[in-house]
């Protein structure tokens, strides 16, 4: 089968990852897998030349990136065109709003099957309300008769029902594939202060991820035991972050961007204040830490994180300070508790290791275009490396 994967950018976050595990998951079982995507930003690490270093074709679009820019997001689209209309793919897999809304137009023209999927979404908790209504009516638009792809039942439920976007018969529920981390030493961890539960935040510091209720939690928090703040991120809001955490008697330590092997190792409570979530890759990465003991995580009944809290994988707590500061008292003072999230964190990181959930993407893709060849298995060679593994089946 030929598919071609379509996003934004490739910087260091949640879909990218994603895209990157499903990609060499679907090439090692025979498909041709093809990746566009735009330009990362300056101040953002670039997964491209990893992806190209693993095999995988990466082609650069021009115009295609972060935020709204109307004569660079017109030449993104004619370049989208151009190329679908070069490879008519088997089925386009559209990833991040933006490349979701430019790809399903493309396709929309070509008549090629598309498959698009919320990591997250955009339609409630990001902008005012009114532009959220907008983007809303948009993204019904925007659907059309493509297929689109949540990542648990609860995001299925609110994008298909309570949004109203899409066709109830072409919506797909099937979670990410999420590579194990392994823990990592960092000389960093020195400057972290012992004896202090350490309250994590991990990811990039953007409105959505709401950073500022992160740290109104903390000092909520404090009142009750001492603490100590990580912020392991960048991002457009982390200068603010850091002038609202200057004279807190919280003490707190930003690293910027580092990576979840060095970051989570060193969190007792991984905090998740997001307006919305799709399945984050963090609270999975927790779980799943090898070679150390993962944080028990904390987060607010938005999205996938709802199913995450109902599977008993996360602690739950209502979206405030006081609310969220109350589950983390809950983690740090009940061994027994914290112990249970950890243990069922795990069994749901194992669950989403991408060797057993390729198929389930395979099932979903041949529902997308049913008329389209299956993959053939690689071919081993005597040296037992693949071969010829990125040819579609004859």
Known sequence: ??????????????????????????????????????????????????????????????????????????????????????????????????????????CRLLKLPCLHTYHGHVLSGYFPPLASRAAQVMERLLAGGCHHHALTPGQRHELSTTFAIGNQARWHCLPVPVEPVTAQAAPWHARLQPGRPVIGFLGRVVPVKDAHLWLETLVELNRFMPVQGLVCGDGPDLALLRERANGLAVPLLFTGFVPAAEALPRMD?????????????????????????????????????????????????????????????????DAGLRRARQAQGAALARHLEPDRLIAGYERMYQAVNPAAVPGKKPVVAADGRLADSTRSAP
Not at 49 to 71: E, F, H, K, N, S
């Open 269 to 333: 409570v991984l905090l998740l204040t997001s307006r919305n979530e799709g399945l984050p890759l963090t609270a999975i990465e927790a779980g799943g830490l090898r070679g150390g003991i993962g944080p028990a995580v904390v987060g607010p009944a938005v999205g996938g994180l709802a199913d995450l809290i109902r599977w008993g994988a996360v602690e739950g707590g209502v979206r405030s300070a006081a609310g969220l500061a109350d589950a983390c008292l809950r983690l740090l003072t």
């Open 1 to 106: 089968m030929r598919i071609v994967h379509l996003i934004a950018r490739l910087n260091d976050g949640g879909p990218a990852r994603v895209l990157a595990a499903l990609s060499v998951g679907l090439m090692a079982r025979g498909h041709e897998v093809r990746i566009l995507a735009g330009r990362c930003a300056a101040d953002e690490p670039d997964l491209g030349p990893q992806l190209r270093a693993a095999g995988l074709p990466v082609d650069t679009i021009p115009g295609l990136g972060r935020g709204l820019a109307p004569r660079a997001d017109f030449a993104a689209f004619r370049g989208i065109l151009a190329n679908l209309a070069r490879l008519r793919p088997d089925v386009v897999h559209t990833h991040t709003a933006k490349a979701g809304a430019l790809g399903r137009t493309a």
